[in-house]
């Protein structure tokens, strides 16, 4: 007794006893193969097979028409439907979803520019801050450097008046001598002229009274130069009050 494979379109399976095959149920369009088969064969073209195939009944034909008007009434509906649809999609649910597709995409293009112009204004700002905050620096760069240049002024100026009240006072000292040696001079030629007005042997009277006439001009050339010297200690004085530090 043979054993045999059978196969149900796709993949073979076996191999099976006679019994086994009954129980399988095959018909006579079933693929079989056994051992010293040259092929596949057909379960009705083996003899030995012909006691295990089943009664198929003939298909009814009176049914037929039936069958075809429902399988035309089904075309039919296929047809209406596939006209409702597009690329396979009811065409309501069609538009909807291009209408939530046009809206996400008009959100995204909303969205992306708003980002750009956002962060187009941040740039801005950020610039602006920057241009702001490197004028105050620079203002306060020129303050910095008005005040350095105010106190170097000041410091310069207090210079120029500690230059001057020294020279002031050097002049003051250099005149106050000499005024005193002016005085000294003034009281000499002041006794000179008392011993020219009290002598008068030796010389005529013409003699004496040029002499005593030379010595009243030095006395008044002499009066005249003190005035002069304290004439310039007041205004020496007077600048030197003018000078504070």
């Known amino acids: 007794m043979n054993s045999y494979f059978i196969h149900n379109g796709t993949e073979s399976s076996g191999p099976f006893t006679l019994l086994e095959l009954k129980a399988k149920e095959i018909v006579k369009t079933t693929p079989v193969w056994c051992e010293g088969m040259q092929d596949w064969k057909y379960a009705a073209d083996v003899a030995e097979l012909q006691s295990l195939l089943g009664v198929v009944p003939p298909p009814i034909k009176i049914l037929q028409p039936v069958f075809n008007e429902e399988i035309k009434v089904l075309e039919e509906l296929e047809h209406e439907e596939s006209k409702s649809k597009i690329i396979g999609i009811d065409k309501t649910l069609f538009f909807i979803l291009c209408a939530l597709l046009f809206l996400v995409i008009g959100t995204f293009v909303f969205t992306f520019f708003q980002d750009s112009r956002s962060a187009e204004l941040e740039q801005k700002n950020s610039v602006t801050e920057k241009d702001n905050l490197q004028f105050k620096l620079q203002e306060k760069r020129i303050e910095e450097q008005k005040s350095l240049l105010i106190e170097q002024e000041k410091l310069e100026i207090e210079r120029e008046l500690r230059e001057k009240k020294l020279i002031l006072n050097n002049n003051l000292i250099g005149i106050q001598e000499n005024l005193f040696v002016k005085v000294s001079a003034l009281d000499q030629t002041k006794d000179k002229l008392a ?51």
């Open 195 to 245: 011993k020219a007005q009290d002598f008068q042997f030796l010389r005529t009277d013409a003699e004496r009274e040029a002499e005593i006439n030379n010595i009243q001009n030095e006395i008044k050339n002499l009066n005249n130069e003190i005035i002069q010297l304290k004439t310039e200690m007041d205004h020496i004085y007077l600048e030197l009050e003018k000078i504070k530090l």
